[in-house]
């Protein structure tokens, strides 16, 4: 391992440009870090927790009775956010830097990025089978534009507040962009129908804030993922000590070790305002 510095001064910038390219590009690749709550005043490792307050329910009384069923208005836990620590390593020898035809520097901090985008994405996106609002569909089964009619109605029952967000699987998205469903569905909606055909993505449909598509969503083990329908109170994103490099010289290996970290938590901190939407992930032929 690394017995001392040299020649720091002389590569500060070339770290230094290293680190600020890495965060740009996790910022740039990672959706759902934006479509949650976050959370940036934690203290260290300790857990984040939230209470909630019971619903007050008024009843009926008569004109001269004395009200004696008052509600108990304290609190009862809700969710807890326990923060847990990611890594990952780069080595860059002498002889790399010094020979290597490509830009090593901007390699390293594009896969690093790389990483810990996928890992952030796939560790918010993993809470979605941890949502209690209801689940629809099935592990395999077809994705169906009615899925996502039904997430949104089980939300409005259950008096969830907008905005609503939905993340699918992109071959949940293909589901939908190619079932004949769509050509039934959109005979008077030539808008909507051009926007599928010309860029395969939809914004917006019956009152969603957003339609995401992300291969990072948790899969079963099988052929079936767990996308969502969910308001972004739903999920929490806590960021304790945001992403970090530290480069260390070993002057035995001649290489400098590039150890980038990040300590955060994340969970369903109102599972019920969120609804599974449970589809196919099967690689599609046509």
Known sequence: MAVGLSGVAELNSY???LYEDAVFAVHEQTIATRLVRNFTNGNGDQTRTFTAYPTISPASVAETEDFAAPTAFSKSLLATLTPGE???QVILTDRR????PQNARQDASI??????????DQDILGNFSS???????????TMLWGYLYAAISRLRAGKVPRPYYAVLH?????????TAAVAATVTNAPDFQDEIMRKFYVANVAGLDGIFVSANVKDSGGTGAYGAVFNPNAIGFDVRR?????PERDAS???WELNMSALYATGAIRPLWGVQILHDITAPEN
């Open 111 to 120: 896969e690093l990025a790389a990483g810990f985008a996928d890992k952030i």
């Open 131 to 141: 949502l209690t609002g209801g689940t629809v569909g099935s592990l395999g089964g």
């Open 86 to 88: 990611i890594m990952a």
């Open 170 to 178: 992109p071959y949940g998205w293909h589901d939908l962009a190619t």
């Open 97 to 100: 830097i010094e020979t290597d």
């Open 15 to 17: 770290f230094a440009n």
């Open 242 to 246: 945001g992403i970090r490099l530290e």
């Open 253 to 255: 290996k001649r290489a």
